[in-house]
């Protein structure tokens, strides 16, 4: 059977980030992905001008009809947006009893709109935090999260374990938003860390870069991969993805979802 991955996440109208992306992402790397849309945004390149938030009662719903038919062997989450639905969420993940779960903590998109209520984030870290199988934060969500001020590889390593230590969880902390000619993620497991450095690709078309990177991890671990081949192995897609990128509209552009097609 073709491996399934079931995305959570809100819709994005410009079609770089959430559901999309997603979507995008785990056709290209040959899963079969399934949907549940946690909100409508009206968004382009470079800005946010709406959130339609979906009730929990038919975000649970579309969980409902996916897990008792059709199954997953694995899920991500991006944005989540309130308290609320992060409970239906978690409640319907340990019902169906969900494995391979990767929690991308969605807060702010690029442009800036808040994407996680402030008061969701304790809820995010409590319920899905305890049951993931990795949290990837990036730098300011790591911040948020741990409570630590982010400011060199020390300061990573030790958001990335204080993460740990709050939900148990593996913790992925991610560089893109440090500076240099390499980005470096912080991988915290029972192991200790571990770090995954790439190139740094200098442009501005990184538009759901978080969302592709979540995403291809849950697509490798679905296909049964260990979590730091999964980690590894979805970190050199989305290398991929940004060395292909490409201007969409008048701020942050796209990423190349296809390379593996177009090279």
Not at 190 to 200: P, Q
Not at 223 to 238: Q, T
Request: some cysteine; glycine content about 10%; aromatic content about 6%.
């Amino acid at each position: 059977m073709i491996p399934r991955v079931m995305t959570v996440a809100g819709s994005d109208s410009g079609g770089g980030a959430g559901i999309q992306a997603d979507i995008k992402t785990l056709t290209s790397l040959n899963v079969f992905a399934t949907s549940v849309i946690v909100a409508l945004t009206a968004q382009n390149s470079h800005e946010v001008t709406g959130i339609l938030p979906v009730s929990e009662e038919f975000v649970g719903k579309q969980m409902d009809a996916i897990l008792s038919d059709m199954g997953t062997d694995s899920a991500k989450t991006g944005m989540l947006f309130s308290s609320e639905i992060i409970h239906t969420v978690y409640r319907k993940f340990v019902q169906y009893d969900v494995k391979n779960v990767v929690i991308d903590p969605v807060m702010i998109s690029k442009s800036g709109a808040i994407l996680l209520k402030d008061d969701a984030v304790k809820s995010l870290m409590d319920e899905l935090g305890k049951i993931a199988t990795l949290i990837t934060p990036n730098i300011p969500e790591g911040e948020k999260m741990s409570g630590i001020s982010i400011k060199n590889m020390e300061d990573r390593i030790r958001a990335a374990k204080k993460i740990y230590e709050i939900t148990g969880s593996s913790v992925l902390l991610k560089g893109g938003h440090s500076s240099g000619d390499y980005s470096t993620d912080i991988l915290y497991t029972h192991k200790g860390e571990m770090e995954i450095t790439r190139k740094r690709i200098h442009t501005d078309n990184t538009h759901g870069t978080g969302d592709t990177y979540s995403s291809a991890i849950a697509a490798y671990l679905a296909k049964g991969k260990n979590l730091e081949d999964s980690v590894n192995l979805a970190r050199d897609y989305l290398q991929g993805a940004i060395e292909n990128s490409f201007p969409m509209g008048r701020g942050y552009g796209s990423l190349c979802h296809f390379w593996k097609d177009v090279k």
